[in-house]
């Protein structure tokens, strides 16, 4: 099967928050946890989100191996192995690892995997209005990012 | 249990109209999804519409109707609520006239039509809108121009887009909404951003106009003074279809980009440069926003972009800006019944013989009314009834907002939560969200389209908007329908559709034709586009547009500047809110918490201001407190401050709406507004900053 993951258009995102809100309903979760964020730094706009990381810091720190890469390349944690440590959400270079404090465990985006099963897009993805958000096979996402950055210029 | 149901419908958490996916399991809205077959937003949805759950869901929301007593708001039925309502404004019409009852909305929100088919059949003239201000001037002013609103045609191919004072993609675009035109910029459309801050767009423009805010009349001036001198204007247009245009040349002259550069502050070359552009590049819109409209200059400003498009050949082209053919559907103003209002009726609206063009349109400057109820001149208003509307915060002025309405002998309000409005309030009507209604979304706009909008479920006893006015109207002895649905079925009749027709088809659009005028000419008296106005002229104001300086700015108060040194640039939209709405959802609060004042580095640092920190902001008329951004794409003497804020986490009933409400410090006096519309200026004004002393704390 092939590997999929996530990637934004930086250039292309404008700060509107439609992807963070979707995530959220789409994850039933509320205040705290953001599992796609966009940090606004006018006039760029910075979204910080998972990479699903092909060799990844937060599966590598886990002590109890609750975070595993699926067949997809999707990487998932388990949130009842999860022993609450924090480490993965110190080893992301992203700062995309989350910590729910009500739950008290570490949650972090799973590119939609239930949705991707039913053949329907991200919830971030379905909903961005300027369309910067791309997820598909990882080489074809890279092609994709090149080719948006040529006709940026 | 089992699968959700998916019902089809329309948003309206901003002038809405983008298609929803709502899905229903037990008698509940548990998701919204974007609608991939919506003409309007193709699938995509803003953060505003996919949180309509906590809204609609909110533990705050009220869901039935109250009154206040001595104990606080008490929970009373539907038919003693309207009961009351209907019994204080027949003592009100029987002792002082129906004039004397007030009728007020916020923003656009597909109840106009029912709005003011009451207003009208009660016989009063005093409607209040965000309009004097808001969309509706841009309509009033071109309705005198050019007959019709001439609206972005993002799908006709503009090969350059001019975006004006406006950013469609983060907030409450009117018609077409910002995907449109993402889509026509990303075919390669040239940009040409007009905006005193360094948003997104400025980002991706060819040419980026930083001008002094509250000057964009003088910039168009500016613009058509170059493609009047270097002829690049469409000669035969100008000579068939334009009225007056000599004379508009010879006041075009007095704009020469030097003189335009020292108004606002555009270097003269990106003036020569942009207006070229715009000129030469075919076909080319203009799509203009609200902070054109929030200043003296409304009505001109209208006029003179209007202007633009005509002599340039762009109005009513395809990829220009267009008159849009409806649908065959009753109009709102049909609906409304404005010809039912007497004369002698509408010879009372207050302010009417001042702000002429205000009346045309069927609305009253809030200013007006303020006077009104605190003076009892020329007449007094002593009862009212608000739906969707939060003046408190959202007009100028609102500290004297706040007083008049509080003096009102019986006021009632239609709303979801009890806002610092509503709190003002004797009886208090509970409204259905978007996902609570039957409607016939978007009549009244001016993009083509009209929109399914059906209810997905019921909430509590909340009533949708429609009914709250039809109910309340027959309580009166209003020629209403039976039912919400028998009035759509009103509104669709021309189209041969019933609303349950309607309904399984989603919406309709009407057949777009371009070039009207080569045939029918434009709706105006002289059949031509008027940038001589013969209408204006009768009124007795000048009938040819310009640019008035700012009432309160560097330029015009000089003897303000030692203590007032920076020019606020105040309401700014953010993408998570609409104006005073959504402060009390979490998921919307959580991405902004804080009212938002932007600073220039520089100027933060002479100040001791640093990002985060609590800042006042003060005009010469109060003072209140924001929290500072830095940001160095505004000029350094320019101060950008969020509007719209209170805090519903603040219990008591002002929840807060004085301590970051930015229309503490904007101005209403008569002098400072738009002469025929009455549009006050909401944007411009001077200010100085300080750190608070307690730089953590804003609740003190």
Redesign the interface.
Known sequence: MKKVSLMFFKKDC?????C???C???HKL???P?LVKVIEK????IPVYCHHCARAPCLESCPVGAISRNERGIVLIDNQLCIGCKECVEACPFGAMQFDENTEVAIKCDLCYERLQNNETPACV??????CILWGDMKILFERIEEMTLNES | MGEPKRVRTACRSCHGGCGVIAHVKDGKVI????DPDSPISH?????KC??I?QLAYHPDRVLYPMKKSDNGWERITWDEALDTVAEKFNDVIKKYGPESIVIGQGTGRDYESHLYRFANLLGTPNVLTAGHMCYVSRVGATLITCGNLPVSDWSGGPRCIVMWACNP??TNPDEH???DF?RAYKKGAKLIVIDP???????KANLWLQLRPGTDAALAMGFLNVIIEEELYDKEFVDKYINGWDAFVERVREYPPEKVEEITWVQQDMIRKAARMYAVTKPACINWGVPTEQTLNCTDCTRILTGLMAATGNLDAPGGNAFFVPPPVRTVSQFSRHRDLSKEQWKKRLGGDQYKLASRVALITPKVAWDAILTGKPYPLKAGLLCGTNPVSTRANAREAYEALKKLDFLAVIDFFLTPTAELADIFLPAGTWLEQNHVADNWKRHGYVLARQKAVEIGECWQDHKIFQELGKKMGQEWWDTVEDALDYLLEPAGLTWEEFKEKGYLKGDQVYYKYKEKGFSTPTGKVELYSTILEKWGHDPLPKYTEIPESPVSRPDLIGDYPYILNAGLRT??FFHSANRMI???R??RPDPIV?IHPETAKKHGIEEGDWVFIESPRGRVKERA?L?N?IDPLVIVAEHGWWFPEIKDPGHGWDISNINILTDNSHESMDPVMGATSLRVLLCNISPCEDKEEKMQ
């Open positions: 404008m700060g509107c928050h439609s963070e809100i979707a959220k309903q789409e509320g205040v705290g953001r006018a006039p760029d706009f379905r909903v961005c209005p300027t369309g | 998701k919204v999804e974007g699938g995509t949805l803003c953060s996919l949180a759950t993609q983060w909404k910002g995907v993402w801050r360094k948003g997104f767009l400025a980002k993408p998570t979490p998921w919307l959580e991405i932007e951004k940001n794409g």
